[in-house]
């Protein structure tokens, strides 16, 4: 993979061509800022900028005074060859609070490892109603310790609304969910997403988070995409690398609460 090209595809499709990442939401282009507009329980934060040290300092602050006055809570994903290279330090001046590192991680969907099935007495299954949604966001909740309420509004109304652009799965042992992801699809990219991949504690290491990988670039494969992406935790790094991923730069998300 020319990790070069392929990056710069990524930016140009997936960050300054954003497209909204479901109902209710809008993308903005202000100056040289592109940013997601939501309710309150959906995600708001500046996905791409194009910006040198002349103008970065009034460009985070108009963000935040626009944000701010929507009274949202809102996010600037920040990756690790944005420009001005002191970016971070700049939102960290102006306020904003920066979560832990992740990798960004692509592959070829031909490259990858497509043949992992579940271990013995796990079953995977599609999402596509509430008590679905119900599950995933269970094991969400179970997995990161944190709240799934944001989570379980958008995929349900992305499946009601708009189906065609996620993928959601959730794997059993026996009737207790373990495992769940989801996948979110870009109709006009080469790119499709894998997001909010978690296991239950005490299952993990068993291959469950693995399999859920392959099942969803399976989909991916069948829809045509060409390239996977994950924003990669330490503890997913690993084994994405073994199934064909490849680490091409880091994102950080920079927070800033009204």
Not at 6 to 30: F, I, K, S
Not at 36 to 62: P, R
Not at 221 to 234: F, N, T
């Amino acid at each position: 993979m020319d990790h070069a090209a392929v990056l710069a595809l990524y930016d140009r499709d997936m960050r300054e061509g954003a497209q909204p990442d479901g109902p209710g939401t809008r993308v903005e282009r202000v100056g040289g800022v592109v940013r997601q507009v939501a309710e309150a329980h959906g995600w708001n934060g500046v996905v791409w900028s194009d910006l040198d040290e002349t103008n970065a300092d009034a460009a985070i602050a108009e963000q935040v005074a626009y944000y701010t006055g929507l009274g949202r809570e809102f996010e600037w994903k920040l990756y690790g060859h944005d420009l001005p290279f002191d970016l971070g330090q700049r939102l960290r001046a102006a306020g904003f609070t920066p979560e832990p590192e992740e990798t960004l991680m692509i592959a070829e969907v031909a490259d990858l490892t497509l043949d992992v099935d579940p271990p013995e007495g796990i079953r995977v299954l599609p999402v596509t109603d509430r008590a679905g949604v119900d599950l995933v966001a269970d094991v969400h909740e179970k997995a990161f310790g944190t709240d799934s309420s944001r989570l379980r509004r958008q995929l349900l109304a992305r499946l009601t609304d708009d189906p065609d652009t996620v993928v959601a799965v959730v794997a059993l042992a026996g009737d207790e969910p373990v495992s769940a992801a989801r996948m979110e699809l870009v109709p006009g990219t080469r790119f499709a997403g894998l997001w909010g991949g978690g296991t239950v504690e005490e299952w993990r290491g068993r291959g469950i988070y693995r399999a859920l990988v392959a099942q969803r670039a399976r989909a991916a494969v069948d829809r045509g995409y060409r390239y996977l992406q994950v924003d990669a935790m330490s503890t997913s790094r690993p084994i994405l690398e073994r199934l064909g991923f490849e680490p091409l730069t880091t994102t950080t998300p920079y927070v800033y609460e009204v």
